[in-house]
C-alpha cells in the first residue's frame, strides 16, 4: 500500500505538472519570455545565454540547467537539445520550452531523478535555431503551413544541409590510414555557412559537448549517423545504404532509448512509413550531406542523434499536450545517457590536467579527446575494453577497464614526459601518414 500511495502521488503531481505547463505555440518573444521566466523560477540553477544571432537579428538563445551555472565543473559531462532547425518544425521547440520548464518545477519539488540530473550534467537547451524561419511558418499557422514554408532561414538556406561536408574526408582517410576524429575544417569555413550555423559551430567549439540531440519533424523515427552514404551518388537516383560510423552499436543504443522511451515511436508504423524499433541508420533512409549530426562526431566529441518526432511538422496547439506526454519520459531518458561509459582525468607527471590529449578505444575506430583542463567522457556500451591515453611531448599510458551498465566508470591517466629521442620517432612516424589530395577537401 504504501508503494502505491507513493506511485499515486507522484502520478498527481506529474499531472499537476503538465496541467501547469504552457502548451501553445511562442513566437519568438513568447519563447524569450518563457526562457527568462525559467530562469526566475529557478535562479540558482540555469543561465540563459546567447550562442550569436540569426541572419535577421534574432539571438539564439539557450537555457542552462546546472548546480553551477556558467561552470564547467571537472567530469561533468555537458549535453545539448537542439530545435526547431528547420523554422516550420516546430514541435521540438514547444517540447524543449515545456521541458525547461518541467526540469525546473520537479527540481522545485524535490525530485530525486531530476535532481541528480541538474547537480551531475550541465544540460544546455536551444529551443530554436532558425527563428527567423519559424516567423514565416508561424504567421501562416498549422491549419495553412506548406511543407517548405519556413523551413530554410531567411536567405533560403536549409541549415541541415549547410555543415562544412566531413564525410568526404573521412571516407577517404578510412582507406588510406588517417585521422579518426576531429578532423579540420575548409579554408574560410566561416564565410561559407550561414550566421545560425556559424553560431551553432562556434557553440561547439567552446564546450565540450559529450551528447546531443537534434528535434525534428515530418516522420516519428530515431536517427543515427551516418546520414551521408559511403557510396557514390547517382544523378536522378535516391540512393538508400547503410554507413555505419565506428560506434554503430552505442548510436544503435541511444536511439532505441529514445524510441522505446517515446509513448509510441517504438511501434514503427508512423506516418505511412515503418521503422524497425522506431530507428534508423541515417544513409539507409535517404543520404544526407553536411547535416548537423554527422558534422557533431566528425569535428567535435559529440555523439548526436536526429529525432523526427511529429506526422505534422505544425502540429496545432491542442495536440502539444498529447505529445509532451509521448515525449516526456524520452526526453530524461535520453539525457541520462550521457553518463554511460567511462570518464576521468589525464595528468602529467605534475598532476596538472593536460588538454587535447587523445583516448583510443581498441578495436573502435574513432578517439575523443581531452577538454582545456584535462577530462573526458567517453560513451561506451558495457564490457572490457583497452584504453590508451596519448599526448604530443608525453608517453603514452594503455589500461584495462570494465564498464557496467549504469554510471560512467571513473579511469585517470597520468603520462610521462617523453624523452626527445622518443618524441623525435613519434613525429617522424606521424609525417608518414597518408593524406587526401587537395581537391578531397571539402569546401
Known sequence: MEKLGSLLLRCVVWFGLASALDFQHHGYEDMVRAMLNVQNECPFITRVYSIGRSVEGRHLYVLEFSDNPGIHELLEPEFKYVGNMHGNEVLGRELLIQFSQFLCEEYRAGSPRITRLIHDTRIHILPSMNPDGYEVAGNQGPDANGYLTGRANSRDVDLNRNFPDLNAMMYYFE????????????????????????????????YNFVLSANLHGGAV???????????????GYRKTSYSATADDKI??????TYSYAHGWMHQGWNCGDYFDEGITNGASWYSLSK????????????????????????????ELQREWLGNREALVSYLEQVHLGIKGMVYDENNNGIKNAVISIYGINHDITTGVDGDYFRLLLPGTYTVTASAEGYQPSTSTVTVGPAEAIQLHFYLKAASQETTSETQSAGSNKNVPPHKMAPR
Not at 523515427?221 to 544523378?235: I, L, Q, W
Open 251 to 256: 548510436f544503435k543504443k541511444l536511439a532505441r
Open 291 to 318: 547535416g548537423m549530426q554527422d558534422f557533431n562526431y566528425l569535428h567535435t566529441n559529440c555523439f548526436e542523434i536526429t529525432l523526427e518526432l511529429s506526422c505534422n511538422k505544425f502540429p496545432a496547439a491542442q
Open 221 to 235: 523515427v530515431a536517427n543515427y549517423p551516418f546520414d551521408k552514404s559511403r557510396e557514390a551518388r547517382v544523378r
Open 175 to 206: 582507406k588510406n590510414d588517417g585521422p579518426n576524429h576531429h578532423l579540420p575544417l575548409p579554408d574560410n569555413w566561416e564565410q561559407q555557412v550561414e550566421s545560425e550555423t556559424l553560431a551553432v559551430i562556434r557553440w561547439m567549439k567552446n
